[in-house]
């Protein structure tokens, strides 16, 4: 393949692998660049003021000095005027949560290396806003008492443990470190590294400020989001307070917790998560999440009701073959909005309760993961029944839209990049459906044709592979996508067999076979849009990231039609993987028969490991060094394996990077350009 013009400036970029472009002029400047990574911006959590009128959001930027990413508060008017900031200055704020009276705003603040980020409280009318205490760890899942007097939220309580062993260190002495003790079943987790031991509890604070008032103690996790009874007397909230809790990680209650004294009631009981309360406006019914747990790699979370005292548990979303997340009671009680995802596209609904009839009120929510299309987004809902939330396309990352009583479609308030991205020839998206070859199921995916596009010209395909494996992609905004489009290439990707938002039948045909038959879906889909004529066979490429990242590495195992490979952060050995990984009492407990050790033979047919004889095809690995989800140890023996066997490979080791490789802007777009430099380095000359 001809070097596209577009990747003098991926050189520039990733100029300690490269040689840096010789001509700057020649870069593309109407086409998205790596560096336009940095300009980009997309809102989060929007929340509607209980009269309606107003919406509050976090606005994400880039920081390009700092290479960091940051948020302040915006606000804007329900009718889209008067938008304008909230907060400014070095701290990142989130988190904003109206009082009930609409008239003062919370929200969490803080700086980098100044401390634990802070609960503030902000009045509206004169925008004084005031630190609430001196918390010793950083806050979340704020919730308002009804009579604004009050404030909970969940906040890690450490425990320092007694050390095994102390010397006498004389004074003035210069000694090493002491040694670090582990104990706890789960000791690290990927983005937080090495845990400190303690648990989170729930904590209640006077609204004017003061010392926050521990409401539960004990060896066990509390989490919310917190929901108040009208009377202001008790809480409710999710916990797994079972003496094997923490090696039976999804089996959590519903708890009222008395705020008086911390005297503790469950509500519910059954095996399985039961969590995310929420309380109707008369206090008589709960609306509840959760699934009868039958150790499936991918079990549909469903909306139940309750009576207030846990009695009449009953199942709301039967017949509705879709996950439920975040439920809210609309204010006459005739109604419980939630978010869920539809082949490949996040919707909010509601449901009646005493019809069960799910109705849609918008589509296209997320836009808040910036380099590939996954699910993602919030909303909030308004007293008068105005629905907030996060809006995206293909050409756009999340603006604030909203959708009044009355109105027959939603209306997007914000264009956060319409300075940016209006200003670029960007890549379409289009839908595609095929059978599988395996057993002629449909599947769905979508093509990302290049600006100009020709149908007569013969253009490169990058085949771009979901994680999760339980996950999904859409029609949404995606930095990667738009990249590798911009370089020439056609870009296919799909939801095969696993993906989410299909159903439950439709999740677990990957169940202890994962990967499987996925391969056969997502070669079908390549073999679809190759007859659709402009892909040049000769000229195919394959990449993914976790969950696409160990089907990367199957796929170059099993076929040479990929002229080269990029896998990112994989899983290669599922024997290692599930006593390396950060919440491996999950993946042992729901992705395997049983431990490894058990089953050797089972995690072995599984690995791409088990493949390697196979592979041909020139491969890069790139992987973050805090990775402790997939951890760097799993790339590792796969470009050893591929170094053994003399195939041309090289790792790329991000550092510092968890694994969210493209949390930081420099990486979201190096990572884009390494991919992109390695298939131009092994393209076929046209």
């Known amino acids: 393949m001809k070097p596209p013009r577009f990747l003098f400036i991926i050189a520039v970029v990733v100029a300690p692998f490269v040689e840096a472009a010789s001509q700057a002029a020649d870069t593309l400047t109407d086409r998205f660049q790596p560096m336009d990574v940095f300009q980009l911006e997309h809102a989060s959590d929007p929340q509607v003021s209980p009269d309606g009128k107003q919406i509050v959001y976090v606005r994400n930027f880039m920081d390009i000095k700092k290479d960091r990413r940051r948020s302040h508060l915006w606000i804007i008017n329900a009718d889209g005027t008067e938008h304008r900031p909230v907060t400014n200055g070095d701290a990142n704020d989130h988190t904003p949560r109206w009082s009930p009276d609409g008239k003062q705003l919370l929200f969490v603040s803080g700086t980098a290396g100044d401390g634990p980020p802070q609960l503030h409280r902000r009045w509206m009318d004169t925008g004084q806003t005031a630190r609430l205490g001196q918390l010793p760890a950083a806050p979340s899942e704020l919730a308002w008492a009804p009579n604004g007097k009050s404030i909970a939220f969940v906040m890690q309580v450490v425990e320092r443990p007694e050390p095994l062993v102390k010397l006498p260190k004389p004074d003035g002495a210069e000694w090493a470190e002491p040694f670090k003790e582990i104990r706890t079943l789960n000791y690290r987790h990927d983005g937080k590294g090495y845990l400190k031991e303690g648990y989170h509890h729930v904590f209640v604070l006077p609204a004017d400020g003061g010392t926050p008032r521990q409401l539960m103690k004990g060896a066990h996790e509390h989490r919310g989001p917190l929901a108040w009874t009208p009377d202001g007397k008790a809480l409710l909230v999710t916990a797994n307070r079972n003496p094997e809790g923490a090696h039976d990680p999804l089996n959590t209650e519903i708890y009222e917790v008395a705020v008086a004294d911390g005297a503790l009631k469950a509500l519910t009981k059954r095996q399985g998560p039961d969590g995310h309360p ?248 390549v073999d679809a849009v190759l007859k659709l004529g402009y892909v040049d066979d000769k000229n195919l490429f394959v990449t993914g990231g976790s969950g696409g990242g160990v089907l990367s590495a199957w796929i170059i195992g099993k076929t040479n039609r990929f002229r080269a490979a990029v896998v990112c952060k994989p899983v290669i050995n599922w024997y290692s993987f599930v006593l390396t990984a950060d919440v491996y009492p999950f993946f042992a407990r729901y992705w395997f028969p049983g431990p490894p050790w058990e089953h050797a033979e089972h995690y072995l047919k599984r690995s791409p490991l088990a493949l390697v004889g196979n592979v041909q095809t020139p491969t890069m690995l790139i992987t973050g060094e805090a990775d402790h989800r997939t951890p760097m140890s799993e790339s590792e023996q796969y470009y050893q394996a591929l170094k053994l066997r003399k195939i041309e490979t090289v790792l790329v080791r991000v550092p510092g990077a968890p694994h969210d490789i493209a949390q930081r802007p420099s990486h979201m777009a190096m990572k884009a350009a390494y991919v992109l430099r390695w298939f131009e380095m092994h393209g076929q000359a046209r």
């Open 278 to 525: 929420a309380l109707s406006p008369d206090g008589k019914q709960v609306a509840y999440l959760g699934f009868d747990d039958k150790r499936q790699g991918y079990q549909v979370t469903r909306l139940y009701l309750m009576n207030r005292d846990g009695s009449g548990s009953k199942l709301s979303t039967g017949q509705f073959d879709r996950d439920v997340r975040s439920p809210i009671w609309s204010r006459d009680g005739k109604r419980v909005y939630f978010q869920f995802d539809d082949q490949g596209d996040t919707k909010i609904g509601f449901i009646d309760p005493l019809s069960s009839k799910v109705e849609t009120v918008a589509d296209h929510i997320g836009g808040t993961t910036l380099d590939r299309p996954y699910a993602s987004g919030s909303f909030s809902v308004a007293g008068d029944g105005t629905v907030a939330f996060t809006l995206t396309s293909p050409e756009r990352p999340a603006d604030v839209a909203v959708r009044r009583p009355g109105d027959k479609e939603a209306r997007r308030l914000t264009r956060l990049n319409d300075s940016l991205l209006g200003q670029k020839a960007l890549g379409t998206v289009e839908e595609i459906r095929y059978k599988s070859s395996h057993d002629g199921r449909q599947i769905h995916g979508w093509i990302v044709k290049p600006p100009n596009f020709d149908p007569k010209k013969q253009y490169p395909l990058i085949l771009e592979i979901h994680g999760g494996p339980f996950a999904n992609y859409g029609p949404r905004f995606a930095a990667d996508m738009q990249l590798y489009a911009a370089a020439g290439y056609v870009v296919f990707y799909a939801n095969p067999r696993g993906s989410t938002s299909y159903g439950e039948e439709f999740g677990n045909l990957i169940h202890h076979a994962y990967p499987g038959h996925d391969y056969d879906d997502l070669m079908s889909g």
